[in-house]
């Protein structure tokens, strides 16, 4: 059986790791990539590693990894590498991919002298077992930080010296606009299903012309993320909606004329 090949991210993945992995799917997933793909290239001055793996000579799998201070998913902390996202192609599963990939994430952070690595995994997360499980970077050697909810906060440190990442703490507080419907729309662009629904959410917003205000956080700024700590979010009046997956926009659009009837 052949083993993974990993490699940095070529131009020739970049249109496989951008959509990730939903190839000639669609228009909006396509316009998605361009957008991520930019983010990318910005990135990369601050130590943003994308690693792909092959499987005879075809994409089977990918990781991100970050430095932590400039991480705009998962948690805060320092000298730690994040682990935003680790994916394998369900045909590739079971073909040591996953453990590949981060082997070569882990490799490139102690050449960086950073002191150990994070994650932000799941439990029964409804619906998206597969995504980031959390059983999963337990087996790899991996330790619970911290736990809320179906989110488990996990890391691997390289030395005594290393202090443990910790969950990001929301700060938000709702400030009403006289006669107005106020959605506040917290997004990365680092995951591509933040990124697809912020423009859903801009363009719903936009249907209701001057009776919605739209405030925007965007978490890649860091200063907005230490102030807000909320890397993905919709709140419409202050109440959060979400789906899981890209919030579809005939449930922003609904939210919204909730809000304007009173109902929400």
């Known amino acids: 059986m052949p083993k993974p090949?990993?490699?940095?991210?070529?131009?020739d993945d970049e249109y496989f790791v951008s959509t990730c992995s939903h190839v000639n799917e669609s228009e909006e997933q396509d316009a998605?990539?361009?957008?991520?793909?930019?983010?990318?290239?910005?990135?990369k001055p601050h130590g943003l590693r994308i690693k792909v793996a092959l499987l005879h000579e075809e994409h089977a799998g990918f990781a991100y990894g970050i430095p932590i201070e400039h991480a705009s998913w998962g948690a805060l902390g320092k000298n730690l590498m994040?682990?935003?996202?680790?994916?394998?192609?369900?045909?590739?599963?079971?073909?040591?991919?996953?453990?590949?990939?981060?082997?070569?994430?882990?490799?490139?952070?102690?050449?960086?002298?950073?002191?150990?690595?994070?994650v932000t995994a799941y439990r029964a997360l409804h619906g998206a077992d597969w995504f980031m499980p959390a059983a999963y970077f337990e087996r790899q050697g991996f330790e619970?930080?911290?736990?809320?909810?179906?989110?488990?906060?996990?890391?691997?440190?390289?030395?005594?010296?290393?202090?443990a990442s910790r969950f990001l703490q929301s700060s938000y507080c709702f400030v009403p606009k006289a006669g107005k419907v106020v959605v506040d729309l917290f997004w990365n662009g680092l995951c591509q299903t933040s990124s697809i629904e912020a423009e859903r959410v801009r363009e719903v917003c936009g249907e209701f012309g001057d009776a919605v205000v739209l405030n925007e956080y965007c978490a890649e700024d860091r200063e907005i993320l230490r102030c807000h700590q909320i890397?993905?979010?919709?709140?419409?009046?202050?109440?959060?909606?979400?789906?899981?997956?890209?919030a579809p926009k005939d449930g922003i659009r609904t939210a919204i004329e909730r809000a304007m009837s009173g109902s929400t």
């Open 5 to 11: 090949i990993i490699r940095d991210m070529q131009p």
């Open 32 to 43: 998605c990539g361009v957008r991520r793909v930019a983010l990318f290239r910005k990135l």
């Open 82 to 118: 994040s682990v935003p996202c680790l994916y394998v192609l369900g045909k590739a599963t079971g073909r040591g991919v996953a453990r590949r990939l981060l082997e070569v994430i882990e490799w490139d952070a102690r050449a960086a002298g950073l002191l150990g690595l994070t």
């Open 144 to 163: 619970a930080v911290d736990e809320r909810g179906s989110e488990i906060l996990l890391w691997k440190p390289f030395t005594p010296g290393a202090q």
């Open 231 to 246: 890397p993905r979010g919709i709140l419409v009046n202050g109440v959060e909606i979400g789906w899981g997956y890209e």
